[in-house]
């Protein structure tokens, strides 16, 4: 799973499920009853013809199922449009209902999507199949899903706090962003709610003349990735089911056009290389310079790079703002490990991370073995190197408005990465045959993740709160800082006297690449996506520890070597193709030893073992994928060892209304001195 998320599991999630563990052991009160006896689950769907609000009404007739639907008129025997008087239903069946219903949600740092399954019973073909085909087989249709259990399913009486120890945004922040989400319903632990669109269905005739119509929808977010990066010159809606037309202006032509507006007004008062920073942001910003500078070489041309912030909010209002959807990418939302002091850019003249006022070296090119400048040399000759004279800086000349990628508040922020325009270019290019937003901030990610090591990796994502809230965000940043307590889920009762569990599995997956390892770094390979945690030191005695830490400290200071090789090679040959490919590389594998110390470097990195963990309970909204788990009764060493996060999460209610909720686990690395 992605780092992104790494959170506590919410206080009022804790409660009700201590309170669940004792209702199924020790607990026989008449709510423990009611809880037990009385939790039968309501599905209710609703479609609509666009991305509903929390206004819109859904359509008519059946544009509405399940929920009290259920409770009136023709699903009714008896009365006036009872299904045995009614003479609109010859057949005098009922109309159509519910029978299952399966949601999953899951991580989608990973590339999965979230969806829903949706089974559909009609007795009566010949009166309602064709309300039916209209607005359930009909791909695009939006559609919005409740699952409810009665009040009474919920033991603690509480609803979710406010988001506790978590990287995400706080829900203060989300209604900032997104003002016109309603987040009252999200809070309660008995509901919850679903908004998609329609991506397929099928039906079948039954021998009794009964149709079972299967719809499968997917969640609205993913839609919202799929805008084409041409726009339409007229903003029209767009119909259930049909596409855009007049497509004209590309989105390369819109960027320039927006970057040249700025330096023509800036040329005119004087400044032909510069910085400049849009008034009320700290991370919308635009440099245009000449890159380097090298004695007795052609000057090169003038450079135009817009911030990754800058390039977001430019999406956001030429593309995202048409289909009511918004990404986000900025400083009080996004921010990057600051456990690489000398991390750079393979190629500074795609990928900038600019120093800014704040001075730091994520520009600077040169021999750095050494934290001692005054033993560089030395270190250099027996290195068989020759050190540059001077640092190579990119931009020399473009005066600092910023404070930069790594900042004076000692944060780094992804939103401030500086890309050339003429990448995004041709990423456009590259995209044709699929040019969507999703594709097109996937391809820039990787550019993003080669030229930093793997040390940033950019991810779009939906906030596990806020369905509609899009992050483009760092899925490698891991706050430190952090303080998240993990909840020890009642799972055995022989251990805990709780428990909440109807199935529990736990089984390894160990991948070839890593069966024969010594420890958890792929022989010859390098990077943090490499790195996971089965190997010999976390299970290993006190003695073959200390010769694991040995061996990597003796990788680290070979790696390190090799960074300031690459990085001096680079001030040598600022646009040489080798030279870029050598520092890649080497930031790779400065990444994964960026530390002596490989307690330090797994504590921080959190890397994963490749073991899944699956637990269902009884329903439950509330959890979030990157909550922290542990299971009491499971074998000290996993306890000592491991924490469980969680990166799937599935609901399903049955035809006998029982609402059951899955989540899916990896552990992570937690070493205790």
């Not at 069966?515 to 996506?529: D, E, H, P, Y």
Request: proline share 5%.
């Amino acid at each position: 799973m992605s780092q992104l998320f790494y959170s506590q599991v919410n206080t009022a999630v804790q409660r009700e499920l201590i309170a669940r563990g004792t209702v199924r052991t020790k607990d026989n009160s008449t709510a423990a009853f009611d809880f037990m006896l009385g939790k039968i689950a309501n599905v209710e769907i609703q479609a609509f013809d666009n991305n509903p609000t929390a206004e819109s009404k859904p359509l008519a007739g059946f544009g509405t199922l399940g929920g009290s639907t259920v409770l009136n008129d023709s699903y009714r025997p008896t009365g006036p449009l009872g299904y045995l008087n009614d003479t609109v239903r010859p057949s005098h069946r009922i109309p159509p209902f519910i029978t299952n219903v399966s949601v999953s949600v899951n991580d989608q740092s990973k590339m999965y999507i979230n969806k829903a399954t949706i089974s559909i019973k009609i007795l009566d073909a010949t009166t309602d199949l064709d309300q039916m085909e209209e607005i359930y087989c009909a791909p695009g249709r939006y559609i919005r899903m409740r699952i409810a259990h009665p009040d009474s399913a919920i033991l603690s009486g509480l609803t979710l706090a406010d988001s506790q120890n978590t990287q995400l945004p706080t829900t203060d922040k989300l209604k900032q962003l997104f003002p016109g989400v309603d987040l009252s319903n999200l809070r309660k632990m008995n509901e919850y709610y679903f908004s998609g669109r329609i991506s397929t269905f099928n039906y079948s005739y039954s021998e009794d003349g009964s149709i079972d119509l299967t719809i499968e929808a997917i969640g609205t977010t993913n839609t919202y990735l799929d805008v084409q990066t041409t726009i339409a010159s007229i903003n029209e809606k767009t119909p259930t089911g049909t596409t855009p037309t007049s497509q004209t202006d590309n989105l390369y032509s819109l960027l320039l056009n927006s970057v040249k507006t700025i330096e023509q007004d800036l040329n005119a008062q004087g400044k032909t290389e510069f910085e400049y920073l849009l008034s009320d942001t700290t991370d919308q910003s635009v440099i245009v310079g000449i890159p380097y500078k090298v004695e007795n070489a052609n000057t090169p041309a003038t450079v135009r790079m817009v911030s990754l912030g800058y390039f977001i909010n430019f999406l956001n209002t030429n593309f995202m703002d048409k289909v009511g959807a918004k990404i986000i990418c900025t400083d009080s939302v996004c921010n990057s490990n600051t456990f690489y002091p000398k991390l750079v850019s393979a190629s500074p003249t795609q990928i900038l991370l600019w120093p800014g006022t704040n001075n730091s070296l994520t520009n600077t090119y040169y021999f750095d073995a050494s934290a001692d400048p005054s033993t560089n040399n030395s270190i250099a000759q027996q290195n068989s190197v020759t050190p540059v004279n001077t640092p190579m800086k990119f931009f020399p000349n473009v005066k600092a408005v910023t404070s930069g990628f790594l900042a004076q508040d000692g944060k780094a922020y992804p939103a401030r990465i500086y890309i050339n325009i003429e990448l995004i270019r041709g990423i456009v290019d590259k995209i044709k045959n699929d040019p969507t937003i999703k594709e097109l901030l996937k391809q820039l990610g990787a550019e993003i993740q080669t030229n930093t090591g793997n040390a940033i990796k950019m991810v779009l994502v939906q906030d596990p709160l806020v369905e509609s809230a899009l992050l483009y965000t760092d899925s490698a940043y891991i706050d430190t800082n952090l303080s998240v307590e993990e909840f020890s889920v009642p799972a055995f009762p022989s251990f805990s006297g709780r428990s909440v569990i109807r199935n529990f599995t736990l089984s390894a997956n160990v991948p070839n690449s890593v069966k024969n390892m010594i420890f958890g770094v792929v022989s010859g390979a390098s990077g943090t996506q490499k790195q996971v945690a089965y190997n010999g030191y976390i299970y290993a005695s006190a003695e073959v520890k200390k010769q694991l830490e040995e061996e990597w400290k003796k990788s680290y200071e070979t790696n390190n070597k090799g960074l300031a090789i690459a990085k001096n090679n680079k001030a040598l040959k600022p646009i040489d193709d080798e030279a870029t490919k050598l520092l890649q590389l080497a930031l790779e594998k400065y990444v994964t030893y960026f530390t002596d110390d490989i307690k330090k470097s797994m504590n921080s990195t959190k890397v994963i073992f490749p073991m899944d963990l699956e637990f269902t309970i009884d329903g439950l909204n509330g959890f979030k994928f990157g909550d922290v788990l542990q299971f009491d009764g499971l074998p000290k060493r996993y306890l000592d060892a491991y924490v469980f996060t969680v990166i799937g999460i599935s609901h399903e209610v049955s035809t006998s209304g029982e609402w059951t909720t899955t989540l899916k686990c990896n552990p992570r690395v937690r070493i205790k001195s």
